[in-house]
């Protein structure tokens, strides 16, 4: 029967139509599987975390098939539009050079600040040396500021480098830090930056049919407070 | 996997690792072992034909054909693989999704490129939405495979060029004096006994192929080091039942031990049959195994 | 603003002169350009001291590989396996761990910032590839060689010098020129893997992923990154070339090595 609809779908030569049939397929929904509490590979070897549990209730009110897969996070946006899978789900700050690139459903979490992991309280983080992964919003702010930055490769060897003296604090979502914070006597600072913009899905900007379904289901969410519960319940961010 | 794992918490050392050890993610990393190798497998005939094309591109007599393989070897050997590969893979994938669309939706009349999206015809989709993650995986492990061919075929290439060069040329003048065509003096005569110039080159080419495996998570295929960099990592035990600290250096040395022993082993191999293929040949190696013998 | 305005600001930011912040919105291809051969410079840093340096340990590693006692034989032969066994990317990883221990003891604080570690870890590096490529080029010397040295009374250091060093140069020199190759491609590998990043003072991949990052689009950066390479690459077979012709200057015409038609070339 499925195949059926595939052949008349592209007989039909319409391509809102072929589209809407593909997604009464499967939709596939890209992440990044490394950034608990977010996204992550659990013990077996699946995408877990709070996207997984959003992302499966989106698409059941959506009643949508959808299929979890990882990709690296440098590439994630170029593999969105070239197609390879069709929404994006891996705690995405919805910011205006991303906006001018795909396109977002609403927020599903509100906007956050960053927080600064250090090794004492009273490091002053203006005249310290600030770690950040490469190429985040994090590591643009502290540029940008001037202050003394240094970047790595992935978000564990930012908190290492604070562990080991290599920086004097780390700057990155409150979500990732805090599990770290009490542990070798690493402690959270105060102060905290009001950096990016609520968390939302990415879709490819063809795609208006598949956003109106998701921004709907986030709505539903909204609207009957399980979406608060599931970040109550995951700690990702503060609630509705 | 064993029944005694379902409260980590209390095991004692022992079982704890034996429990650890064969997490599903653990399991996963095992089978990346066996992706790599699978890949190495693949890869390695498949170079070797790129490369031999490339090479006989370039001897050719026809201009266009020679400047086409000398390019080729020229510029693909000049960038580095790991550039090569951050760019490559979508660039073959949107490929083929644009001959597969030409194909098979020429009725087709909305534009390809779509501001930034790039969108093909479902049925021209690679692999079709609808087919099963499995599909997936071998799709994006075949377009691994073939950016690691290009990419070493333009090595190969210039190794069996070079070693196309090598062959005295005595030996294709003689053939030419029995009367054998260019063709034939190629595959009877010289192709037989390239393969002993060539051998030194792609012994060192297939070490540099095992140690370019870790830029495979580049590609898109979960590799060893993707895993071991992910188990690596601190776990909290809000997100796993096994918690522990930045265990990074000891998946690491695993990695380390892994690939010298298959340097190693590789090496052994070659050595061997360098002095298989030196037999008979008229070069130092084979001239020594006469006196031997003789 | 000006093509021209751009390289003065940013053709010298990757070693930290010129403008302070990467451009950050309408990225136009001459800053990406510009950017992207600004951090050439340390990939042309890396890889050209790393080549300088290497190059004497690994003549010396050669020799004792090739040497009589095993005290001197065995660890230059762990040397050029563990070097040449492993992938760069863990190295540089072990490396980066190594540097930071002997760093939080009091010794060598330098040693964990890239341009000095990850320029050990590159010397090594080269150093077990070239090592393996002179140490071939010596077991070939001919023998007439060795014995005619031997005729004209030359011995030890002055033989060495003067005979049997020339000819394992000449002898590896082609395989050596594709080593040099692969050792500024590697460069590309020191601020994608362990080593930190510090204000933004990358070189030419980290900008290139930067610009990548930024728009989105990995078909203009990596490209030109690509393009940079092809030319030095170029000039580094130009420059091998030449030494090349000297190091067969006294050899009738055609029996010269010609560098691009040697077979085993690859390390």
């Not at chain 1, 877990?48 to 990709?71: S, Y």
């Not at chain 3, 320029?119 to 080269?126: A, D, P, Q, R």
Request: hydrophobic residues 50%; contains cysteine.
């Amino acid at each position: 029967m499925k195949k059926l609809i595939l052949t008349t779908a592209a007989l039909a030569l319409s391509a809102g139509l072929a589209i809407a049939a593909s997604h009464g397929a499967t939709v596939r929904l890209g992440t990044e599987g490394a950034y608990a509490p977010w996204n992550f590979i659990n013990d077996n070897g699946e995408v877990d975390g709070f996207e997984r549990e959003l992302g499966d209730e989106l698409c059941k009110r959506a009643e949508l098939t959808c299929e979890w897969v990882t990709n690296e996070w440098d590439s994630i946006i170029p593999n969105l539009v070239s197609g390879n899978y069709d929404a994006i789900i891996a705690g995405m700050s919805i910011t205006d050079e991303r906006d001018e690139v795909i396109d977002f459903t609403q927020a599903y979490t509100p906007p956050d600040p960053s927080s600064y992991l250090a090794t004492s309280a009273d490091v002053d983080v203006e005249s310290a040396v600030i770690a950040a992964q490469a190429a985040t919003i994090q590591a643009a702010f502290i540029a940008e500021q001037g202050w003394t930055l240094v970047e790595f490769a992935t978000p564990e060897e930012t908190v290492a480098a604070v562990r080991n003296g290599e920086a004097d604090a780390v700057l990155a979502d409150k979500a990732y830090l805090e599990p770290f914070a009490g542990q070798d006597g690493l402690v959270m600072l105060e102060r905290s930056e009001m950096i990016g913009g609520g968390v939302g899905m990415g879709l490819r900007e063809s795609d208006g049919e598949l956003r109106a379904k998701f921004d709907a289901a986030i709505q539903s969410m909204k609207d009957d407070g399980t979406l608060n519960t599931l970040i109550a319940k995951w700690e990702v961010a503060s609630t509705w | 996997m064993f029944e005694f794992c379902a409260d980590p918490e209390t095991l004692d050392t022992f079982r704890w690792f034996a429990c650890y050890l064969t997490t599903g993610k653990h399991i996963g990393m095992y089978w990346s072992v066996l992706t790599v190798l699978a890949l190495l497998a693949i890869t390695a005939p498949a170079a070797l034909f790129f490369g031999f094309a490339g090479a006989s591109a370039a001897r050719s007599h026809v201009s266009p054909v020679s400047w086409l393989g000398k390019a080729y070897i020229a510029v693909v050997r000049g960038v580095p693989d790991i550039a090569f590969f951050l760019f490559f893979v979508i660039a073959l994938d949107q490929m083929f999704e644009y001959l597969r669309h030409k194909v098979k939706c020429p009725d087709w009349t909305e534009p390809i490129r779509q501001g930034n999206d790039f969108i093909v015809c479902d049925a021209a989709k690679l692999p079709l939405g609808s087919s099963p993650q499995w599909v997936h995986e071998t799709y994006g492990f075949f377009l691994a495979v073939l950016t690691f061919a290009i990419v070493f075929g333009a090595f190969t290439a210039n190794v069996l060029f070079g070693a196309m060069r090598a062959v005295p040329r005595a030996q294709i003048e003689t053939a030419e004096a029995y009367g054998m065509s260019r063709r034939q003096a190629f595959w009877r005569v010289l192709v037989p006994q390239m393969w002993v110039y060539a051998l030194p080159g792609l012994g060192n080419l297939w070490m540099i192929l095992i140690k370019a495996t870790p830029l495979l998570f580049l590609l898109g295929v979960e590799d060893i080091v993707y895993w071991a960099k992910d188990l690596g990592e601190t776990k909290h035990a809000r997100f796993t039942d096994y918690p522990h600290g930045d265990w990074r250096i000891w998946y690491f040395l695993a990695l380390l031990v892994f690939y010298l022993t298959f340097t190693w082993i590789s090496e052994k191999v070659i050595n061997r049959l360098t002095k298989r293929l030196s037999h008979g040949q008229a070069t130092l190696g084979g001239d020594a195994q006469r006196k031997v013998t003789a | 603003m000006s093509c021209w305005q751009t390289i003065q600001d940013y053709g010298l930011r990757s070693i930290g002169i010129g403008e302070r912040l990467l451009p950050k919105t309408d990225f136009t291809l001459c800053q990406q350009f510009t950017l992207i051969g600004s951090g050439m410079i340390w990939n042309i840093y890396f890889g050209a001291l790393a080549l300088f340096v290497g190059f004497f340990i690994a003549s010396a590693v050669a020799l004792g590989k090739n040497a009589g006692p095993a005290w001197i034989r065995k660890p230059c032969e762990w040397f050029i396996f563990v070097f040449r066994g492993s992938p760069l990317f863990i190295q540089f990883f072990f490396a980066y761990f190594i540097f930071l221990k002997v760093k939080q003891l009091g010794f060598m604080p330098w040693l964990t910032s890239a341009q000095a570690g990850a320029l050990v870890v590159l010397i090594l590096n080269t150093a077990a590839y070239s090592g393996e490529i002179f140490y071939g080029a010596l077991r070939s010397v001919p023998r007439g060689d060795v014995e005619a040295a031997d005729a004209y009374g030359l011995a030890g250091w002055s033989r060495f010098r003067r005979i049997l060093w020339p000819t394992m140069l000449r002898l590896g020199w082609p395989a050596y020129t594709n080593e040099a190759i692969f050792l500024f491609h590697a460069t590309t590998l020191v601020f994608f893997s362990a080593f930190p990043t510090l204000g933004q003072r990358g070189d030419s991949l980290y900008y290139a992923s930067y610009f990548a990052d930024k728009t989105f689009n990995p078909f203009i950066p990596y490209p030109i990154l690509a393009g940079y390479f092809i030319l030095l690459t170029l000039v580094i077979v130009g420059l091998f070339g030449l030494i090349n012709m000297r190091l067969n200057r006294h050899l009738p015409q055609e029996r010269r090595v010609r560098l691009r038609f040697r077979p085993n070339l690859l390390r």
